[in-house]
């Protein structure tokens, strides 16, 4: 059914733009095709997963004052589609774990396409309004948002986009440099829908956010399985975030900085905060640093359990650390070439990931970016050389 | 009265060829600023880089500048890669936005992203001169007149000021006696500041809207032997734009 539903919705866009362009008017159909091999070394096997990945957008100005954008994804995986979290985790950790669980700590690569998002966007004179599913990026931190309770970034490749969330948002512009959001994402009742209101301004040469968000968190107890929902134990919490960020400029250096206190409902309450600074040479070498710590995080490895891990990866909680940098080199090697190298260390563990990276322009509109992981930290940590050394290597074509 | 019409001709071209020899370094880049610099303009340009390797990348962008070029709206329209992509720049690009369609974001930047290169090309930001660099960053010292590209030129040396954060220790500009534009800017860098590091030539001047204006403009990395070629496909000046076309809001559109 589902796959009827995508080759009808595929034939109507290709009808649409192909067979009857005048009706296209000033609709732009844009997008990317993306064909990526991700490689890793685990307990003596190199796996390799590769995924194609089809995205197309399309976006419409109506009017000037109406506009509509959308994209569409389909994504196909082949290779080794099944990845056991527990092939990854200390001895210590898997042998706590019953013999017939085992088996639920596998995560699948499914192939999928969905509307990632869709929405119209309506403005007024004085503010503008946003409905449907459409991205939500907030704060100032390059890998780590403290305010961000919708995303979590993946901390190799930061500046990925993020999927699109079912949402109301009103923006109102107060003079040239302050703005007001209001953001509804209507879950299934008022009580549990996520609520947002956020007043950003300028003052000098710095933006500040003011950020209060409600929203019912669910993560899951990975330690029980409930049979009735085929999946480990849902708990969700009510979380209430108040926040601030800003970003600016200090004796010629790039700096921001965000931090959120977070009031739980039944679990103890935590707070993030980032701070980060980036400069580029006179060579044209641009580096960047950004610290992250938050109280959900531990402090020592031995504390870390499955919860962390598996909340960790399933992008439920952002470090399973408390505390940790993030550092950025890049230079342009050539005119088609970057080269470049992340670290990321968790200072609580002291493990420490490397990255190193490469991006090449291979024609007008293809890169190709080449990204190698090699974590060096002892069993247990946070980059563990258990967690797999490997990479990939993505190969993207825009249209 | 026709010989007494000549001879206030005559005075009038004594009188203006004695004040432009008279002309100190810093009045040059001050008329230079002033043609540049005008009340509002819109452009849309073409920027094709030649590679090391003979490639071509090629880019077409819209350009809106308000207050003498003290705010400044960059947006991509080609080619697909950056399609959307968008740059605010205010207070003489003190204050940097940029925009990025696939994730939605605004991210303020720090002035020392003025020295990245733009889109991978043998352009910097800093290098479009915005604002008021040339007069607040920049000593100007007049040298000796030289002819260039068949043209009589003023030359003037311009030597950053300390503690001003500018890739370029120093430039030197040949800026055209009967109009005022700069045809040659030669860029030094401060490692090897004997060294011509990059080389910019205005050329193609058209008068629009009775602003002799260069239609376009080649930057050759002596570097890396490489050249970045921009075009100006449409110029308009002095239009009404609003001051909120210049907010992070229309910055998203």
């Known amino acids: ?399 | 009265m026709p010989k007494k019409i000549f001879l206030s001709f005559l005075i009038l071209i004594l009188v203006s060829g004695v004040y432009s020899e008279e002309l100190t370094g810093k009045e040059i880049i001050q008329k230079v600023n002033d043609l540049i610099n005008v009340e509002t303009s819109y452009s849309k340009s073409t920027m094709t880089i030649t590679t090391t390797s003979d490639q071509k990348r090629t880019f077409i962008s819209e350009s809106w500048t308000k207050d003498k070029g003290e705010k400044n709206l960059v947006r991509y329209l080609e080619p697909a890669r950056v399609k959307g992509q968008a740059v605010l720049m205010l207070n003489n690009a003190d204050d940097i936005w940029m925009f990025f369609p696939r994730t939605q974001r605004v991210r303020k930047l720090a002035t020392h992203a003025k020295k990245q290169k733009m889109q991978g090309s043998d352009f910097s930001y800093e290098d479009m001169g915005s604002g008021e660099t040339f007069i607040n960053d920049f000593e100007a010292e007049r040298l000796e007149d030289e002819q260039k590209q068949g043209y009589g030129c003023y030359k003037v040396k311009l030597t950053r000021k300390p503690g001003i954060d500018i890739s370029y220790v120093q430039m030197i500009i040949w800026v055209r006696k009967d109009n005022f534009v700069p045809i040659v800017i030669d860029y030094y860098d401060e490692d090897a500041p004997e060294r011509v590091l990059k080389t910019l030539i205005q050329s193609d001047i058209e008068v629009i809207d009775g602003i002799p204006t260069a239609m376009k403009f080649v930057m050759i990395d002596k570097n890396n032997n490489t050249q970045t070629e921009m075009e100006l496909l449409e110029v308009k000046y002095n239009i009404e734009l609003d001051d909120r076309m210049f907010t992070e809001r229309n910055l998203k559109r």
Request: proline share 4%; with cysteine; glycine share 6%.
């Open chain 1, 1 to 399: 059914m589902k796959k009827k539903t995508f080759f009808i919705c595929a034939a109507g866009i290709i009808f649409f733009f192909l067979i009857a362009p005048e009706a296209r008017g000033d609709v732009d159909l844009f997008g990317y095709y993306e064909a990526q091999v991700i490689g890793a070394d685990v307990k003596d096997h190199f796996y390799q997963l590769f995924a194609n990945k089809l995205r197309v957008d399309l976006k419409a100005d109506l009017s000037s004052s109406v506009s509509f954008a959308a994209n569409f994804d389909y994504i196909t995986y082949h290779g080794k589609k099944e990845w056991n979290v527990l092939d990854f985790l200390s001895s210590e950790i898997t042998s706590k774990i019953p013999e017939a669980m085992r088996p639920l700590y596998v995560i699948p690569f499914s192939d999928r396409h969905f509307l990632d998002n869709a929405y119209l966007r309506l403005s007024f004179k004085p503010f503008d309004l946003t409905l449907g599913k459409q991205q939500i990026s907030l704060g100032t931190g390059y890998v780590w948002n403290p305010v961000d309770v919708f995303n979590i970034k993946d901390i190799l490749d930061p500046t990925y986009e993020q999927p699109g969330h079912n949402a109301v948002r009103a923006d109102v512009p107060i003079g040239l440099g302050s703005t007001l959001t209001a953001l509804y994402s209507p879950g299934e009742e008022w009580k549990n829908s996520s609520k947002m209101l956020q007043f950003k301004t300028r003052i000098s040469h710095f933006d500040f956010a003011v950020t209060g968000i409600e929203k019912t968190w669910v993560f899951h107890d990975y330690t029980v399985f409930d049979p009735a929902q085929m999946n480990f134990q849902e708990l969700p919490d009510k979380r209430k975030l108040l926040g601030a960020s800003t970003a600016g400029e200090l004796l010629g250096l790039g700096v921001w900085a965000e931090y959120a206190y977070n009031w739980m409902e039944t679990t103890d309450d935590f707070y993030e905060l980032v701070v980060g600074t980036d400069y580029t040479f006179d060579f044209q070498t641009y580096v960047l640093i950004e610290y992250f710590r938050n109280t959900l995080g531990k402090n020592d490895h031995r504390d870390y359990t499955l919860n962390d891990w598996m909340r960790s990866f399933a992008q439920e909680q952002k470090a399973v650390s408390r505390d940790q940098v993030y550092m950025l080199i890049q230079h342009p090697a050539t005119d088609l070439m970057t080269v470049g190298m992340s670290a990321i260390c968790s200072l609580s563990d002291h493990s420490l990931a490397l990255v190193p990276m490469v991006m090449y322009s291979f024609s007008q509109n293809v890169d190709i970016y080449a990204y190698l992981n090699w974590n060096t930290g002892k069993e247990g940590t946070y980059f563990a050389n258990t967690m797999g050394n490997g990479g990939f290597v993505r190969v993207r074509v825009y249209f």
